[in-house]
């Protein structure tokens, strides 16, 4: 079965770090797209950035500069470090695997939450 496990989560202070990570199985990992994607309360849920099948990024404006997404193959991991926090950055954070057009993977989510 395909599992995508987050770990990472958790509460930081405004300006701090965090780096998630997103362990898959179940796919040929190194053919898929990678991506993190985020939702506020409230909100629609967004694309923070995504990785390709051969490592070229792509970052929403509003966390360009901060964060960064990679991924390594011989792990099956796709990681999200995230410095200089903001509250706004405050989501559950998920992890998201696409090949082609074929229906993407989802997992499970993991809170950040980013307040003094």
């Known amino acids: 079965q395909v599992q995508l496990a987050e770990s990472g989560g958790g509460l930081v202070q405004p300006g701090g770090s965090l780096r998630l990570s997103c362990e898959a199985s179940?796919?040929?990992?190194?053919?898929?797209?990678m991506g993190w994607y985020r939702q506020a309360p409230g909100k629609q849920r967004e694309l923070v950035a995504d990785i390709t099948s051969g490592g070229s990024t792509n970052y929403a404006d509003s966390v360009k500069g901060r964060f960064t997404i990679s991924r390594d193959n011989a792990k099956n991991t796709v990681y999200l470090q995230m410095v200089s926090l903001k509250p706004e950055d405050t989501a559950v954070y998920y992890c998201?695997?696409?090949?082609?057009?074929?229906?993407?993977?989802w997992g499970q989510g993991t809170q950040v939450t980013v307040s003094s």
């Open positions: 998201n695997a696409k090949y082609g057009s074929a229906y993407p993977y």
């Open positions: 179940g796919i040929i990992f190194r053919f898929y797209a």
